[in-house]
């Protein structure tokens, strides 16, 4: 049974069963009536749908016709494996898509969005989909209205729905007694970009104004990673140049007699062989899986362009409450003007106030302080299952609890219905409340010690008020802030009614200024460590945040941030500064570590300076106008827990642990993610330039073709298919977070790969052509020397993706054990092939037949070459002595 203990008074206009909301059993039996609150979506494409997918490719067409010629050449044991192989290969590309497909949808549910409602009497935080007609939601800046509303009460709440009108400018809302007005009507989707306000759900899903228009927004994007369309380029690219090189080789066999069908099976053969079709699903793959990793570490990719871009991330600049620190605040300290400080028994229950607090004048003073830390206060304090839970913005929930523990609650008049708020905006920096009082009303304030010590006029001094002694406060929130506090200041004050009920900031003049108090947000015990994994990642960090510069200081140095005092920089600084111009602006960013007191619309002059400083920008946010910084930024990362949906939907990737420390995981994780695709693509790219170097080594030379088309429709589709997607699953190698971030412009096939695949490709296509050669040339078979060269092949694309697990490290510094899949696939691979030597019908039309254990273990030792080499070109490049090494090999 739950029960409030302490909280802010409901805003008035609301009937008594409107605040209450609806029962839990209501709730149920009105969902189970209506449904679900969603929008109808575009179902995902079935199993079969993303199979014959599979088919819609130039290189199947190819496939298809060299099908159609062996038919029409009787050739009916080729045109059957031509068809087999097709089959095949559309299960193994539809498996991998679907099951991509089906881990993107799993991600995208951890994004579901919620609500808060008054159920019971109670509020709560329930899934969107549950909101049922008649439920009463809360509404604040950065939410996105979850159903279409009637508007019940509003403080300064303004919408967004260009999503629905087109018209950027938000529309302020207010009760309305027209229930068709649009004032008084918020509506599902658009976004609230200022105030508070509660609104009576009136129609969910399909029947909202945004399901009317469903079927334009239920389009199920067909947009493409920037990696998969650059990849399926390169696709194109290498097929123009394969095509030179087969209409070279063509009219090569056309000089030497060669039938026109011979020539058109082997050009069907080279074009499998050379155009890495399969990397785009590859590729795919990668990313899934890659997408996979980071959720299990609390991130959330949202756009697939955020985990290339995090390999290339060179600064964060992060907020502290909460992400650098455990969102976990508690009063310490509370300091009367006069310089009395109460530092007991607020941070415990189990403590005691201390003996000077019950004296008279400063138990009044101390209730005042608390009344005003209450009053204006939108969290609340409930008892559930004999704990204690606190209900909203960790600052509030911290100051109810100070008050509840001070044991001095019940002189605080908590329950006082306020005729009037202010609530807590950024810019604003305080937050208020007006109460009545007999004939006049009483003013109550909390926020920044700067925005109230100006506003105060008084303080509330040992002997009564007396005239504001601005430098001792500001000297007092200085030392509370020195250590490491995050300093709150309180005022309170009385004014004339308004007859018209207009109370805003006109009133907040010539305050009482009430005292201080100090809460202490401990640094999470994981970030010291994050922070020097970033520093080893030749990652900078800078913190930004609205606290005061000495806070920050301090909770910065506990996290493990380095600095001078003139690296610490005011929001007032970045002011002056971008008054003065960019070239100002950039000086001061270029050495900043600290950021302080900043607004948060201040975010994105940051995030823009840094570029310009040369930086690839990471930037944490979770307010309204963090939006602007986290779009803009290189990579925007939104907080999960306390993160607003206006920043959620801005940002590339979604923490949802609110943890520094899971940022860092993150970038490994997309390091890992980046360097994979990268062996996948180094592992196609160059088998299938081997093939082609040994059709463009035999053909001019007069020998016979060394495979035949079925053959390589064998090797590519059925061998690497195999290999492919299992490296695509290797973990990371441990040294990620120990080389600097990747050029953001740098392309993936930079010098380093470059020449990998041209050494890789030398290896394995001069190899296989002088052991074609040598053989035809002491008169073995063509039959049978094609059956070796095939193996020889096998092998060697086993022994290189084992080679392509690391682009530094060697092959025996990674352990089996680590990637069981891939050993799994080079097993089968191999398996396949021996198998094929001994099923007839398969043997036969391959071309294949039994070899010796002395041949198998030949080709194993030429295969073993290749290894050789890729070893030594590592220790090369780990000594430094190839400059086109680059900061992979390290």
Known sequence: MERALLHAAEPSGIAPHEAAGLGEAEARARLASVGPNALPEAPPPSLVAVFLRQFLSPLIYILLAAALVSLALSDIKDAVFIGAVLLLNGVIGAGQEYSAGRAAAALRQLEEPQATVVRDGHQRVIDARGLVPGDLVLLEAGA???????VLAAADLRCDESLLTGESEPVRKAPSDDAEARGG???????????????????????????????????????????????????????????????ALMGIGLLRDMGLSELFMMAVGLAVAAIPEGLPVAIS????????????VHVIVRKMPAIEALGSCTMIATDKTGTLTRNELTVTDICLPDGTLVDRGLASPGEALPPDAHEPATRDRLVALLRAATLPNEARLIEAEEETVGIGDTVDVALLEAAQRSGIAGEIGADREPVARIPYEPDLRYAASFHRSRDRVRVFVKGAPETLIAMAGRMADRDGVVPADRERLLA???????????????A???????????????????????GLAGLRDPVRQEVPQAIADCHSAGIAVAMVTGDDARTASVIAGQAGLVFDDDQVVTGEALRAAETEGEAALDALTRRAVIYARVDPAQKLSIVMSMARNGH???????????APALKHAHVGVAMGRKGTDVAKESADIIITDDNFASIVRGILEGRVAYANIRKVIFLLVSTGAAEVVLFLLAMPLGLPMPLLPVQLLWLNLVANGIQDVALATEGAEGDELTYPPRKPREPIFDRLMIRRIWHATAVMGVGSFAVFWWLTSQGVAEDAA??????LFVLFSNVHAFNSRSEHHSVFRQPLRANPFLVVGVLTAQGLHIAAMYIPWLSGILGVAPVSLAEWSAMLGIASLLLVVMEFEKWWDRRGLHPAAGQQAR
């Open 144 to 150: 996105r209205v979850p159903a279409d509303l009637r």
């Open 185 to 247: 009507r918020a509506f599902a989707g658009s976004m609230i970009t200022r105030g508070r306000g509660r609104g009576l759900v009136t129609a969910t899903g399909r029947d909202t104004e945004m399901g009317k228009i469903a079927a334009q927004i239920a389009r199920r994007s067909i947009m493409q990673p920037p990696l998969v369309i650059r990849m399926e380029r390169f696709s194109r690219t290498i097929a123009l140049t394969v095509a030179v090189a087969i209409a």
């Open 786 to 791: 094609r059956n070796l060269v095939l193996l």
């Open 492 to 514: 309170e004050g009385e004014i004339a009614t308004e007859p018209d009920g207009d109370y805003g900031e006109h009133h907040l003049v010539d305050l009482v200024f009430l």
């Open 285 to 296: 793959v990668a990313l899934a899986i890659g997408m996979r990793r980071m959720a299990r």
């Open 616 to 626: 690839f920008v990471a930037v944490t946010g979770d307010g309204v106008n963090d």
């Open 476 to 490: 007092q929130k200085s030392a509370l802030a020195a250590r490491g506090l995050r300093v709150l200041a309180f």
